[in-house]
């Protein structure tokens, strides 16, 4: 049986507008708080019916550390899927402490079932963590959205773009076809 491959989608700053203070991102602290990103609607739209799922795939690490709530989370998530044709959402809700093997840059979100085809797949993050758990789990490509956050990339992307928009563009021109 063939698998179709899946577009990984970091979600605070490439799904929803990331909270960006001293330029580090943060995500939103709860649904009132959660603005989907321009164009990310039709992004999405236009990359399902090229035949890509597309998994929501988010490190969550306010819940280990207590300043954010499963049910808050829960409700986030529930918007996002009423708001957008997602077919899942992955959640690591561990500290780096806890170490776990699904926190990204590992990539036990991307490689635990239902199984895609990864070597068809793509992830689009914005952060170094994003770009090494596709790159750990043999994704096609690794797309940054660029925000220009203080830190350091350990894994350099294959391409660089400024909104999930432009990096559906890219991917549905450039990549093979589904």
Known sequence: ????PAVFLDRDGVINRAIVRDGHPYPPRGVDD????????DALVRLKAAGFALVVVTNQP???????????????????TALLP??????????????????????????????????RSVIVGDRWRDIEAGRRAGCKAAVLIDYGYDETLTTEPDVRFRSLAEAADWILSTLVKV
């Not at 049986?1 to 179709?4: D, F, G, I, L, V």
């Not at 959660?34 to 609607?41: A, I, K, Q, R, S």
């Not at 306010?62 to 996002?80: I, N, Y």
């Not at 809700?93 to 806890?98: I, L, P, R």
């Open 1 to 4: 049986m063939k698998t179709r």
């Open 86 to 119: 997602l077919d899942e959402v992955r959640v690591c809700c561990h500290d780096d402490t806890d170490g776990c093997d699904c926190r990204k840059p590992k990539a036990g979100m991307l490689i635990r079932p239902p199984l895609y085809d990864l070597g």
């Open 34 to 41: 959660l603005e989907v990103l321009p164009g990310v609607h």
């Open 62 to 80: 306010d819940v280990a550390r207590g300043t954010l709530s499963q049910p808050a989370l829960r409700a986030m998530h529930e918007r996002l």
